[in-house]
Structure formats: C-alpha cells, structure tokens
C-alpha cells in the first residue's frame, strides 16, 4: 500500500510556487493577491478559510479575508463581491462554502467575475472545464488529479467510480477524469444517494473517488483488491479524548480498505492540503493572467 501524502505533495507545490513568485516579484510585477469572502463563524469553514489566507501568506502572496455576519443580506454580500471584482488589486478571491439558507448560492456564484474565479464556481468556467478549455480548474478535482499524476497511478483505460455528485468535486471530477488529458482517459461511473447496488458497482473500480460526505461510508468489503481510492471527505466527529473535542473522519474506512489498496489518501494529510495547494496555483494564473 502506497500512501498518497497529500501534505508532502502540497508542500512541494507550494515551494514551486513560491520560486514563481519571486520570478514575478524580481521582474517588477507584483505578488498575487487572493482574497476570501467568509460568512458567519462556522468552526469548519473557518478554519478551511484561515488555512487558504495562511498558506497563501506563506508563499509570498496577498491575501485578504473579508468576514462577513451570518445575517448579512444577499444584497450585502452581492455588494462585498461587486467591491472585489472591481478592486484592481485583487487577482483572485474565493466564497467559502456553504453559505447560509437566506442567501441563494448560485445568484453568489454568478457574481463572481469569471476572470477572478479561482475555484472555478462560475458557469463561464464549469462550461470552460466542461469542453476542456484552458479555465479555472475547481480545486479540489484540481488537486486530485495533480495527486494522481505525481504519484504516476494509471487511469487511462481504468474503471473510475465517483461517489457523489456534488457541484464542487463529484459532478467536475467525473468530467475531468473522462477527458483526454494527464490523469484521465479513465471510463467513469458516476455514482449517488439513488444509484442501486452500488458494492456491485465499487468492486469493479480500479480507482475510487469518495466524495458523498458520509464518515467512513465505503468500507473493504465494497472494494477490489488493488483498488486506489481518493478520500475526499473531511467530518468532524465528536471525541471526548482530544483537546479540541473532535477528530476528523473521511469518507473511508480507511483501517480496513486501506489493506486491500494498491494506493490510498489519508484523512487529514490527503486531498485537504492539495486543495489549498491548487487553489494557489489557480490564484497565480490569475496573476500571471493580468502581467
Ligand atoms: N467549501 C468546501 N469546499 C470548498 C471549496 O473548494 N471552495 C469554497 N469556496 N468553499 C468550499
């Protein structure tokens, strides 16, 4: 069993990064600068947001954090976003996920000027990934795919099953991994909470995406021997023993399934770090974008 080390990896991607960087910087043009756009005090999202501004911070970027009220209307944060878009300054900015029930997502989303749209949200970028345009790639199928081709895990010609169909990795992932390019080539089942029989269907993948956001859901009974699985879910779980009153669940069973893998990411350590790191790559294309 190999284990892909999404931190390690992250790491590296972040050094290549920063050497960008100070290319650009040394040439006269200025650092990238993202910004994030963070509604309410959610524990998760907060801490997702803080690692973003903070890795960002670390490989030479500007970065800003615009925290909003949970009671903040619509229009107010339609407002903060106009602000962003038209800031000369920013090259790229986020809306962290999920937003409250009072605000409609996709109004959000479409707000969002697809020139800055480094998590790839905006259906101008969903149709550029969709046709295998040069776009935004959303980060998480983003660094996954990155994963997989630094690892050198085969996917031409290989039976992927993704799990979920969420806007964010499921949907996206299974469209990417499909494409004719590095990390693809793959024949793809996309996989969700109304497909039947879905052990028949995980036993025949040679790559496994969970990502339907249920702790340790996929088990090895549901699993071939040789599998690569990627564990896209990240749950906090109520645990007395630690410090902090949680521990972190993945998707997987990660004990039992990772001894019948040929290749598997851990939780945390996994896809969370690529994410960041993609994210960043996507923040410096929009940099390097604009000159
Ligand atoms: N919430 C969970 N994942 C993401 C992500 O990739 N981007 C944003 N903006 N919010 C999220």
Redesign the pocket.
């Known amino acids: 069993m190999i284990l892909l080390d999404g931190k390690a990896t992250s790491n590296k991607i972040k050094e290549e990064i920063a050497i960008e960087v100070q290319e650009l910087t040394k040439s006269g043009i200025r650092a990238p600068h993202l910004a994030a756009i963070l509604v309410g005090d959610n524990g998760a999202s907060l801490t997702?947001v803080n690692a973003k501004v903070k890795a960002c911070a670390k490989a030479g970027f500007e970065s800003t954090l615009v925290t909003l009220p949970l009671d903040i209307s619509e229009d107010g944060l339609l407002n903060e976003i106009e602000k962003l878009n038209t800031n000369p300054e920013i090259d790229g900015f986020?809306?962290?996920?999920?937003l409250p029930k009072h605000i409609d997502e996709q109004k959000v989303l479409m707000a969002v000027n697809p020139d800055k749209d480094v998590?790839g949200f905006h259906p101008t970028n969903v149709g550029k990934m969709a046709l295998n345009l040069p776009t935004f790639l959303?980060?998480?199928p983003f660094g996954i795919l990155e994963l997989l081709e630094r690892y050198k895990v085969e996917t031409s010609g290989k039976h992927v099953v993704v799990i979920g169909r969420s806007h964010?990795v499921g949907s996206p992932m299974s469209i990417l991994m499909s494409q004719k390019r590095a990390a693809g080539n793959a024949t793809v089942t996309i996989t969700h909470s109304r497909t039947k029989n879905l052990k028949e269907i995980t036993l025949q993948a040679d790559i496994i995406v969970a990502a339907l956001g249920i702790p340790e859901f996929l088990t090895a009974d549901m699993v071939k021997d040789g599998v690569t699985v990627i564990d896209v879910g990240i749950t906090r779980i109520e645990d007395k023993t630690k410090k902090n009153g949680f521990r972190l669940a993945g998707d997987v069973h990660f004990e039992s399934v990772s001894k019948k893998s040929n290749f598997i990411t851990p939780v945390p350590g996994g896809v969370g770090p690529m994410?960041i790191a993609m994210l960043m790559k996507n923040t410096l294309l929009a940099a390097k974008r604009r000159g």
């Not at 986020?94 to 999920?98: G, K």
């Open positions: 997702y986020i809306v962290q996920l999920p998590d959303p980060a998480t964010i994410t």
